[in-house]
């Protein structure tokens, strides 16, 4: 799986062409097709709410190269990556008609309710568009899950992501240690609980 922030625009473009056509399991069928899948832009997508870490530049963290990002999340307020440094972070990549992530909120309600005072937990909505992931967010853990938009999905790509649901779980020294592809892993709060002590 690459983790460059950027890819190619075709590269991207049959990425996501392919995951709203594989989609979720259920055979529901979902919005959109090739041509409408959200296309890539070398500049990263804004989407983010009140950052869920403190500063890194206030802890001394060293940003991780994987956090370097800029994004807006769905209330519209800029988020910066960095200031999740120095916490292990969940990140939840998720599409607004899928059911299965549907099925995970109160999954990823729970985490965050068990663990946020010790990790950040942040959703991803992308392969939509910005008014179908505010409003699929506004139900899926607002408050104690910060919710970034992706519509172009430039998160998606810089993580490697090629699914939803996944999970991509992250320590304090920001190294994947929980990469979990489509339906995630029942085991979600565990593994984050492990990671926390």
């Known amino acids: 799986m690459s ?3 950027s890819a190619p625009r075709p590269v991207l473009a049959v990425a996501l ?3 709203l056509l594989g989609g979720c399991a259920d055979g ?5 097709d090739a041509a409408s899948a959200p296309a890539s832009s070398t500049a990263p997508s804004s989407t983010a709410a009140t950052p869920p870490g403190p500063d890194a530049t206030s802890t001394g963290a060293q940003v991780p ?3 370097e990002f800029t994004a807006t999340t ?7 990556g960095a200031s999740l440094a120095g916490r292990p972070t969940l990140f939840w990549f998720w599409a607004p008609w899928c059911p299965t992530c549907r099925g995970q909120i109160p999954q990823v309600e729970a985490v965050a309710a068990e ?3 010790q990790v950040n937990v942040v959703g991803i909505g992308s392969l939509d568009s910005a008014e179908a992931i505010s409003e699929f967010a506004a139900d899926a853990g607002a408050g104690a899950v910060t919710h970034l938009e992706d519509v172009d999905g430039e998160l998606w790509t810089r993580f490697g992501v090629t699914e939803q649901s996944s ?3 992250l320590d304090a020294d920001g190294a994947v240690v929980l990469e979990a592809g489509y339906g995630g892993t029942e085991e979600l709060g565990a593994r984050v609980g492990a990671l926390v002590g």
Request: aromatic share 8%.
């Open 3 to 5: 983790r460059s922030s």
């Open 65 to 67: 190269e994987l956090l």
């Open 115 to 117: 663990h946020g005072d």
């Open 74 to 80: 769905v209330s519209g307020e800029a988020f910066d």
């Open 167 to 169: 999970f991509v779980l």
């Open 17 to 19: 062409a392919a995951l």
């Open 28 to 32: 529901a069928e979902q919005p959109g």
